[in-house]
Each structure stands twice: as C-alpha cells, then as structure tokens.
C-alpha cells in the first residue's frame, strides 16, 4: 500500500502514531528500543556517521523549504493546491514539538523531549506527498521516484538514531505521524480534485 491510496495509510499511520504515543506516555520505554540502538550503534563506523549527518539534512527545514518549492514546480497538481501542500510541511515541521511538549519523553542523550522525531517527521511529510504526487509519472519513472522517497524516510530515521538523537520509537512514531499528515493531505487534494 502507498500514498496512491490515502485513506488506507492515513488510517494506519495514524493508528500506529496514536499507540505508539499512548504507550511511550504511559511506560516512557518501548521495549526493543535499547536493543535496537545499541546493534545500530555497534554497526556504525565513523564514515557512516559523516554520511548519515548529510542524510540528516533531508528531515531539515533548510532543505525541506527549497524541496518544497521544487516540489511545487515540478507537480501540476501541487502548483494548482500549493496552499495543500505548504501547509503540509509546515504543520509537519510544528506538531512535533507540540507532541513533544504533551508526552515529555527525554531523549537517549540529552534531557530535550525527542517522541516524536521532527527530522522523521518532516521527512515522511515530505517525501510521503512525493509518493503520492509521483502518481502523475508514468508507470516506471512512478515507481523509481517512489522507491527513492520511501527510501529517504527509511534513511533519515536511520540518521536520527545512528546521530545518537533519537531512539527508535522516537523516528517510527515521527515517521507515522509525517505519513499520517501527507496522506491526510492527499485525501484532502483528492476531494477538492473531484468537487472541482
């Protein structure tokens, strides 16, 4: 299932965001997650490291504003919705830290809140509305563009715990909620596209 089929995900992101929020507020641990960052940790090597701080930058609103723009220029049908779909990212770069501030969950190594992750947030905002407005390219070019968006949301949650700011629960629930608000969005265009 992609974002060709909004409701769905949008039905499961925010399922998976809303558990997973009401768990880390009540237990504060997800089980897993020390595991989980410590075999991430154990198979990062310096080099990685450097790469993944350049990764990083793809959850970054200095590069998400100019994507954005980009975005708006290549696809028609965001250009006609631009409004959509700026307000997509920028709901997506605020609402983590309202969340964050509600559930107050530390991050692994800084007292900061970190559930959600913003970075994990934005990216799967971001590249979540590729996904969905690749659907305008033919078959081919639609499924490369697509693999490569979900690919970035996969590897700027990887950045977020191998650069030691997150832990694993944290990037999943920023990735459901990033997913949860680019299908939301895409409903939305949907129904304007059909009220016409």
Do not use: C, Q
Not at 70 to 91: E, N, P, T, Y
Not at 120 to 132: C, D, E, H, K, P
């Amino acid at each position: 299932m992609t974002l060709a089929h909004p409701r769905g995900v949008m039905t499961l992101a925010l399922a998976l965001f809303v558990a997973l929020t009401l768990f880390v507020a009540i237990s504060r641990t997800v089980p897993g997650d020390i595991a989980i960052r410590e075999a991430v940790l154990h198979v990062s090597s310096p080099p990685l490291v450097v790469v993944m701080r350049v990764v990083n930058m793809a959850g970054d609103w200095r590069l998400l504003f100019p994507g954005t723009l980009l975005m708006l220029l290549v696809f028609d049908r965001a250009r006609r919705r631009w409004w959509l779909w700026a307000g997509l990212i920028i709901v997506a770069a605020g609402l983590p830290d309202v969340v964050k501030a509600i559930v107050g969950r530390p991050r692994p190594e800084a007292t900061s809140w970190g559930f959600p992750s913003g970075h994990s947030t934005a990216a799967a905002a971001f590249f979540g509305a590729i996904v969905y407005l690749a659907g305008a390219f033919r078959p081919v070019a639609s499924r490369l563009v697509r693999a490569a968006a979900l690919f970035a949301i996969v590897l700027v949650g990887l950045a977020r715990v191998i650069l030691r700011a997150h832990w694993p629960s944290d990037v999943v629930g920023g990735i459901a909620l990033g997913l949860t608000l680019a299908a939301a969005a895409a409903v939305i265009d949907g129904i304007v596209s059909e009220r016409g």
